[in-house]
Protein backbone atom coordinates (compact mmCIF):
# COMPACT_ATOMS: atom_id res chain seq x y z
CA UNK A 1 0.00 0.00 0.00
CA UNK A 2 1.33 3.54 -0.66
CA UNK A 3 1.84 6.13 1.98
CA UNK A 4 -0.68 8.69 2.69
CA UNK A 5 2.21 11.11 3.92
CA UNK A 6 1.90 14.73 2.01
CA UNK A 7 4.86 16.44 0.32
CA UNK A 8 7.42 18.19 2.39
CA UNK A 9 6.50 21.30 1.00
CA UNK A 10 3.42 21.21 2.16
CA UNK A 11 1.57 22.76 5.42
CA UNK A 12 2.56 20.16 8.10
CA UNK A 13 -0.91 20.30 9.76
CA UNK A 14 -4.26 20.75 8.82
CA UNK A 15 -6.64 22.96 10.91
CA UNK A 16 -8.72 20.15 11.71
CA UNK A 17 -9.71 16.72 10.56
CA UNK A 18 -12.45 18.18 7.82
CA UNK A 19 -9.72 19.96 6.46
CA UNK A 20 -7.11 17.11 6.13
CA UNK A 21 -9.79 14.93 4.86
CA UNK A 22 -10.92 17.41 2.31
CA UNK A 23 -6.87 17.36 1.28
CA UNK A 24 -6.68 13.62 0.91
CA UNK A 25 -9.70 13.82 -1.73
CA UNK A 26 -8.87 17.03 -3.81
CA UNK A 27 -5.00 16.50 -3.80
CA UNK A 28 -3.32 13.54 -6.25
CA UNK A 29 -3.24 10.65 -3.95
CA UNK A 30 -0.48 7.79 -4.69
CA UNK A 31 -1.49 5.13 -7.32
CA UNK A 32 -1.97 1.84 -5.79
CA UNK A 33 0.03 -0.26 -8.23
CA UNK A 34 2.52 2.10 -9.57
CA UNK A 35 4.13 3.21 -5.93
CA UNK A 36 7.75 1.77 -5.58
CA UNK A 37 9.40 2.43 -2.15
CA UNK A 38 12.68 2.91 -4.25
CA UNK A 39 11.25 5.08 -7.00
CA UNK A 40 13.80 7.88 -7.39
CA UNK A 41 10.83 10.16 -9.04
CA UNK A 42 7.17 10.80 -8.93
CA UNK A 43 5.37 11.63 -11.68
CA UNK A 44 2.27 14.07 -11.13
CA UNK A 45 -0.99 14.23 -12.75
CA UNK A 46 -4.00 15.82 -11.44
CA UNK A 47 -5.13 12.58 -10.02
CA UNK A 48 -2.47 10.32 -8.89
CA UNK A 49 1.24 10.51 -8.00
CA UNK A 50 3.54 7.28 -9.18
CA UNK A 51 6.49 6.91 -7.37
CA UNK A 52 8.47 5.17 -10.06
CA UNK A 53 12.15 4.65 -11.14
CA UNK A 54 13.72 7.39 -13.38
CA UNK A 55 16.33 5.00 -15.05
CA UNK A 56 13.21 2.90 -16.53
CA UNK A 57 12.09 5.84 -18.01
CA UNK A 58 15.66 7.23 -18.89
CA UNK A 59 16.33 4.19 -20.91
CA UNK A 60 13.12 3.99 -22.92
CA UNK A 61 12.59 7.77 -23.54
CA UNK A 62 15.31 10.37 -24.96
CA UNK A 63 12.65 13.29 -24.00
CA UNK A 64 12.69 12.21 -20.67
CA UNK A 65 16.12 11.32 -20.35
CA UNK A 66 17.32 14.89 -21.62
CA UNK A 67 14.75 16.45 -18.56
CA UNK A 68 15.90 14.46 -16.05
CA UNK A 69 19.93 15.63 -16.79
CA UNK A 70 18.95 18.95 -16.43
CA UNK A 71 20.52 20.93 -13.49
CA UNK A 72 18.34 20.72 -10.63
CA UNK A 73 16.04 23.40 -9.42
CA UNK A 74 16.18 25.41 -6.23
CA UNK A 75 15.87 23.97 -3.30
CA UNK A 76 11.64 24.75 -2.76
CA UNK A 77 10.72 22.55 -5.75
CA UNK A 78 8.30 19.76 -4.92
CA UNK A 79 9.64 16.95 -3.49
CA UNK A 80 8.36 13.81 -1.59
CA UNK A 81 10.32 12.15 1.42
CA UNK A 82 13.21 14.51 -0.85
CA UNK A 83 11.90 12.14 -3.99
CA UNK A 84 11.73 15.02 -6.91
CA UNK A 85 8.29 15.47 -8.22
CA UNK A 86 7.50 16.20 -11.95
CA UNK A 87 4.65 17.73 -13.23
CA UNK A 88 2.69 15.30 -15.99
CA UNK A 89 1.65 18.84 -17.50
CA UNK A 90 -0.62 18.15 -20.46
CA UNK A 91 -0.71 14.47 -20.25
CA UNK A 92 -3.92 12.78 -18.47
CA UNK A 93 -4.00 10.56 -15.70
CA UNK A 94 -5.38 7.69 -18.34
CA UNK A 95 -2.08 8.72 -20.37
CA UNK A 96 0.20 8.14 -18.02
CA UNK A 97 -0.82 5.03 -16.27
CA UNK A 98 -1.08 3.19 -19.43
CA UNK A 99 2.38 4.42 -20.10
CA UNK A 100 3.48 2.66 -16.99
CA UNK A 101 1.50 -0.61 -17.82
CA UNK A 102 3.47 -0.88 -20.93
CA UNK A 103 6.59 -0.27 -19.30
CA UNK A 104 6.15 -2.45 -15.79
CA UNK A 105 5.04 -5.74 -17.00
CA UNK A 106 2.69 -5.57 -19.65
CA UNK A 107 3.03 -7.84 -22.55
CA UNK A 108 2.24 -5.05 -25.01
CA UNK A 109 1.72 -6.88 -28.39
CA UNK A 110 -0.23 -9.49 -27.10
CA UNK A 111 -2.78 -7.62 -24.18
CA UNK A 112 -3.19 -4.50 -27.11
CA UNK A 113 -6.36 -6.49 -28.25
CA UNK A 114 -7.82 -6.24 -25.04
CA UNK A 115 -7.91 -2.60 -24.82
CA UNK A 116 -10.66 0.05 -25.56
CA UNK A 117 -9.44 2.76 -28.19
CA UNK A 118 -9.24 5.41 -25.64
CA UNK A 119 -6.43 3.47 -23.54
CA UNK A 120 -4.91 3.01 -27.27
CA UNK A 121 -5.12 6.14 -27.97
CA UNK A 122 -3.64 7.16 -24.74
CA UNK A 123 -0.89 5.14 -25.21
CA UNK A 124 0.01 6.76 -28.96
CA UNK A 125 0.22 9.73 -27.49
CA UNK A 126 2.08 9.44 -24.34
CA UNK A 127 4.87 7.64 -25.85
CA UNK A 128 4.96 9.96 -29.49
CA UNK A 129 4.94 13.05 -27.45
CA UNK A 130 8.22 12.06 -24.67
CA UNK A 131 9.49 9.50 -27.73
CA UNK A 132 9.04 5.94 -25.94
CA UNK A 133 9.47 4.83 -29.93
CA UNK A 134 9.32 0.89 -28.75
CA UNK A 135 5.75 1.44 -27.70
CA UNK A 136 4.90 4.13 -30.64
CA UNK A 137 6.12 1.76 -32.90
CA UNK A 138 3.93 -1.47 -31.59
CA UNK A 139 0.88 1.00 -30.84
CA UNK A 140 0.83 2.43 -34.14
CA UNK A 141 1.54 -1.15 -35.44
CA UNK A 142 -1.79 -2.49 -33.91
CA UNK A 143 -3.51 0.27 -35.12
CA UNK A 144 -2.95 -0.12 -38.44
CA UNK A 145 -3.93 -3.59 -38.34
CA UNK A 146 -7.12 -2.12 -37.07
CA UNK A 147 -7.40 1.13 -39.91
CA UNK A 148 -5.48 -0.69 -42.68
CA UNK A 149 -4.16 0.63 -46.25
CA UNK A 150 -5.75 -1.95 -48.54
CA UNK A 151 -9.44 -3.06 -49.20
CA UNK A 152 -8.69 -6.30 -48.68
CA UNK A 153 -6.74 -5.94 -45.28
CA UNK A 154 -9.69 -3.72 -44.57
CA UNK A 155 -12.34 -6.25 -45.53
CA UNK A 156 -10.26 -8.82 -42.93
CA UNK A 157 -10.47 -6.39 -40.25
CA UNK A 158 -14.08 -6.45 -40.04
CA UNK A 159 -13.45 -2.58 -37.87
CA UNK A 160 -16.53 -1.90 -39.09
CA UNK A 161 -18.42 -4.52 -37.24
CA UNK A 162 -16.41 -3.85 -33.62
CA UNK A 163 -18.12 -1.32 -31.00
CA UNK A 164 -20.99 0.12 -32.14
CA UNK A 165 -22.03 2.17 -28.45
CA UNK A 166 -21.88 5.56 -29.09
CA UNK A 167 -18.61 5.74 -26.50
CA UNK A 168 -16.68 3.58 -29.14
CA UNK A 169 -18.31 6.01 -32.09
CA UNK A 170 -17.52 8.92 -29.74
CA UNK A 171 -13.98 7.20 -29.79
CA UNK A 172 -13.47 7.59 -33.52
CA UNK A 173 -13.53 11.54 -33.44
CA UNK A 174 -11.16 11.82 -30.75
CA UNK A 175 -8.70 8.61 -32.14
CA UNK A 176 -8.67 11.37 -35.37
CA UNK A 177 -7.34 14.22 -33.52
CA UNK A 178 -4.71 12.32 -31.86
CA UNK A 179 -3.55 10.64 -34.94
CA UNK A 180 -3.59 14.38 -36.81
CA UNK A 181 -1.30 15.48 -33.51
CA UNK A 182 1.07 12.22 -33.50
CA UNK A 183 1.11 11.65 -37.05
CA UNK A 184 0.35 8.25 -37.32
CA UNK A 185 -1.02 9.52 -41.13
CA UNK A 186 -1.76 6.31 -42.24
CA UNK A 187 -4.42 5.37 -40.17
CA UNK A 188 -6.67 8.44 -40.62
CA UNK A 189 -8.34 7.70 -44.13
CA UNK A 190 -10.12 4.82 -42.46
CA UNK A 191 -10.97 6.65 -39.71
CA UNK A 192 -12.45 9.65 -41.44
CA UNK A 193 -14.90 7.23 -44.06
CA UNK A 194 -15.80 5.21 -40.53
CA UNK A 195 -16.85 8.74 -38.87
CA UNK A 196 -18.05 9.76 -41.99
CA UNK A 197 -20.37 7.34 -42.70
CA UNK A 198 -21.96 7.35 -39.68
CA UNK A 199 -25.74 8.77 -39.23
CA UNK A 200 -25.46 12.78 -40.24
CA UNK A 201 -27.58 13.64 -36.92
CA UNK A 202 -24.89 11.83 -34.60
CA UNK A 203 -21.84 13.68 -36.79
CA UNK A 204 -23.69 16.81 -35.39
CA UNK A 205 -23.60 15.77 -32.14
CA UNK A 206 -19.52 15.80 -32.37
CA UNK A 207 -19.35 18.99 -34.13
CA UNK A 208 -19.16 20.81 -31.41
CA UNK A 209 -16.03 19.36 -30.14
CA UNK A 210 -14.24 18.56 -33.47
CA UNK A 211 -11.81 21.02 -34.55
CA UNK A 212 -13.04 22.76 -37.58
CA UNK A 213 -10.23 21.95 -39.91
CA UNK A 214 -10.84 18.56 -39.27
CA UNK A 215 -14.43 18.92 -39.61
CA UNK A 216 -14.05 20.44 -43.38
CA UNK A 217 -12.39 16.73 -44.47
CA UNK A 218 -14.59 14.79 -42.66
CA UNK A 219 -17.83 15.95 -44.35
CA UNK A 220 -15.49 16.22 -47.68
CA UNK A 221 -15.06 12.54 -47.01
CA UNK A 222 -18.87 11.96 -46.28
CA UNK A 223 -19.71 13.75 -50.02
CA UNK A 224 -16.74 12.66 -52.16
CA UNK A 225 -16.50 8.80 -50.88
CA UNK A 226 -19.45 7.79 -48.94
CA UNK A 227 -22.50 10.01 -50.84
CA UNK A 228 -20.40 9.97 -54.22
CA UNK A 229 -19.77 6.14 -54.81
CA UNK A 230 -22.52 5.04 -52.62
CA UNK A 231 -24.68 6.67 -55.92
CA UNK A 232 -22.81 5.44 -58.01
CA UNK A 233 -23.05 1.74 -56.71
CA UNK A 234 -26.96 2.51 -56.88
CA UNK A 235 -26.96 3.70 -60.53
CA UNK A 236 -24.99 0.08 -61.25
CA UNK A 237 -28.39 -1.63 -60.71
CA UNK A 238 -30.59 0.79 -62.06
CA UNK A 239 -28.04 0.50 -65.55
CA UNK A 240 -28.18 4.29 -65.94
CA UNK A 241 -24.40 4.51 -66.70
CA UNK A 242 -24.57 2.00 -69.52
CA UNK A 243 -24.10 3.29 -72.75
CA UNK A 244 -25.10 0.38 -75.36
CA UNK A 245 -22.07 0.71 -77.28
CA UNK A 246 -19.51 -1.82 -76.12
CA UNK A 247 -20.90 -5.36 -74.89
CA UNK A 248 -19.91 -5.01 -71.33
CA UNK A 249 -21.97 -1.19 -71.52
CA UNK A 250 -25.17 -2.59 -73.30
CA UNK A 251 -28.50 -2.28 -71.26
CA UNK A 252 -30.19 -4.99 -71.09
CA UNK A 253 -33.17 -6.06 -73.43
CA UNK A 254 -35.29 -8.16 -70.52
CA UNK A 255 -37.85 -5.49 -69.22
CA UNK A 256 -38.14 -8.48 -66.45
CA UNK A 257 -34.61 -8.17 -65.32
CA UNK A 258 -34.63 -4.68 -65.13
CA UNK A 259 -37.58 -4.69 -62.95
CA UNK A 260 -36.58 -7.28 -60.57
CA UNK A 261 -32.80 -5.15 -60.45
CA UNK A 262 -35.04 -2.05 -59.49
CA UNK A 263 -37.60 -4.15 -56.97
CA UNK A 264 -34.48 -5.29 -55.08
CA UNK A 265 -33.04 -2.16 -54.73
CA UNK A 266 -35.98 -0.44 -53.45
CA UNK A 267 -35.92 -3.25 -51.07
CA UNK A 268 -32.79 -2.94 -50.10
CA UNK A 269 -32.07 0.99 -49.55
CA UNK A 270 -32.07 2.55 -46.38
CA UNK A 271 -33.14 -1.58 -45.00
CA UNK A 272 -30.26 -4.28 -45.27
CA UNK A 273 -27.60 -2.13 -47.53
CA UNK A 274 -26.67 1.77 -46.37
CA UNK A 275 -25.10 2.72 -49.29
CA UNK A 276 -23.07 5.28 -47.67
CA UNK A 277 -21.10 2.48 -45.84
CA UNK A 278 -19.50 2.26 -48.75
CA UNK A 279 -16.67 -0.43 -48.35
CA UNK A 280 -18.77 -2.05 -46.55
CA UNK A 281 -21.66 -2.72 -49.26
CA UNK A 282 -22.01 -6.37 -49.55
CA UNK A 283 -19.25 -8.17 -52.58
CA UNK A 284 -22.60 -8.98 -54.42
CA UNK A 285 -24.25 -5.57 -53.81
CA UNK A 286 -28.30 -6.29 -53.38
CA UNK A 287 -27.80 -9.93 -54.84
CA UNK A 288 -26.02 -10.79 -51.74
CA UNK A 289 -27.71 -13.38 -50.55
CA UNK A 290 -30.12 -14.02 -53.37
CA UNK A 291 -31.11 -17.25 -55.33
CA UNK A 292 -30.19 -16.64 -59.05
CA UNK A 293 -31.61 -19.57 -60.07
CA UNK A 294 -35.00 -18.88 -59.29
CA UNK A 295 -34.51 -15.24 -60.43
CA UNK A 296 -35.68 -13.63 -63.78
CA UNK A 297 -32.32 -11.12 -63.33
CA UNK A 298 -30.11 -11.99 -66.48
CA UNK A 299 -26.56 -14.11 -65.62
CA UNK A 300 -24.55 -11.81 -67.89
CA UNK A 301 -26.62 -8.88 -66.03
CA UNK A 302 -25.81 -10.13 -62.72
CA UNK A 303 -22.24 -11.16 -63.09
CA UNK A 304 -21.65 -7.50 -64.94
CA UNK A 305 -23.52 -5.79 -61.99
CA UNK A 306 -21.23 -7.67 -59.79
CA UNK A 307 -17.86 -6.64 -60.98
CA UNK A 308 -19.44 -3.02 -61.53
CA UNK A 309 -19.83 -2.81 -57.51
CA UNK A 310 -16.35 -4.24 -56.79
CA UNK A 311 -14.48 -1.61 -59.64
CA UNK A 312 -17.02 1.29 -58.00
CA UNK A 313 -15.15 0.03 -54.31
CA UNK A 314 -11.61 -0.05 -55.94
CA UNK A 315 -12.11 3.50 -57.02
CA UNK A 316 -13.54 4.73 -53.81
CA UNK A 317 -10.81 3.56 -52.04
CA UNK A 318 -8.13 4.97 -54.39
CA UNK A 319 -9.64 8.10 -53.94
CA UNK A 320 -10.13 8.23 -49.55
CA UNK A 321 -6.58 8.75 -49.01
CA UNK A 322 -6.44 12.20 -51.74
CA UNK A 323 -9.79 13.17 -50.23
CA UNK A 324 -8.67 13.19 -46.50
CA UNK A 325 -4.85 14.08 -46.58
CA UNK A 326 -4.23 15.15 -50.48
CA UNK A 327 -1.64 12.26 -51.06
CA UNK A 328 -1.32 8.32 -52.25
CA UNK A 329 -1.49 5.23 -50.59
CA UNK A 330 2.22 4.60 -51.66
CA UNK A 331 2.93 8.09 -50.12
CA UNK A 332 1.71 7.49 -46.71
CA UNK A 333 2.88 3.64 -46.74
CA UNK A 334 6.50 4.65 -47.20
CA UNK A 335 6.52 7.18 -44.18
Not at 11 to 22: L, W
Not at 151 to 170: F, Q, V
Request: with cysteine.
Amino acid sequence: MPPKRRRTNESSHAEDGGQEENLATTKPQPHEDFWFEDGSIVLATDIHLYRVHKGMLSRFSKVLNDLFELPPGDADEDRWEGVPIVRMAGDSDEEVVMLLKALYGMSLREELHGLTLSEIASLLSISSKYEFQDIRAIVTQYLESLFPATLKEYKASKIHERGRTPNDLIMLFDLIVVAHRCEALIILPVLYYLCAQLHMQFIVGRLDTFPTRLTKTLLLCRSEICEYYGHRIIEDALQVMLTGTWDFLRICGSSHCLEEFRAQLAKDIGRKITFTSVFDVPERGILEGRDMEHSKICKDCATRYISLVDIEKERAWDQLPRVVLGKEWTELKQR
